[in-house]
């Protein structure tokens, strides 16, 4: 079994930084790609960011330029470091890992508010 752990998450002013960390343990043998998603209340869960096993990104069109997913692979550990936050990033963050399959974190949540 894999456990995906969450940490980062908080309380922040807009025009403020966060970064998110996710880390897995069990039973690993190699990680493909890792994500990071969210979801805000009364909306669907969206993709973010996500990170290849070859290191390839893509991002959400709504935080490019202001976010940066990274992933430490001797750790199993993906990151996503915030910056300019905005009140509609307010969110359950969600990371998620594809092993032989999908794995989520338990979320973790971000609010932007002065």
């Known amino acids: 079994q894999v456990q995906l752990v969450e940490s980062g998450g908080g309380l922040v002013q807009p025009g403020g930084s966060l970064r998110l960390s996710c880390a897995a343990s069990?039973?690993?043998?190699?990680?493909?790609?890792m994500g990071w998603y969210r979801q805000a209340p009364g909306k669907q869960r969206e993709l973010v960011a996500q990170?290849?096993?070859?290191?390839?990104?893509a991002y959400a069109d709504s935080v490019k330029g202001r976010f940066t997913i990274s992933r430490d692979n001797a750790k199993n550990t993906v990151y996503l470091q915030m910056n300019s936050l905005k009140p509609e990033d307010t969110a359950v963050y969600f990371c998620?890992?594809?092993?032989?399959?999908?794995?989520w974190g338990q979320g973790t949540q971000v609010t932007v508010s002065s």
């Open positions: 069990g039973r690993i043998f190699m990680i493909n790609a």
């Open positions: 990170i290849t096993s070859g290191g390839s990104t």
């Open positions: 998620k890992m594809v092993l032989t399959a999908p794995y």
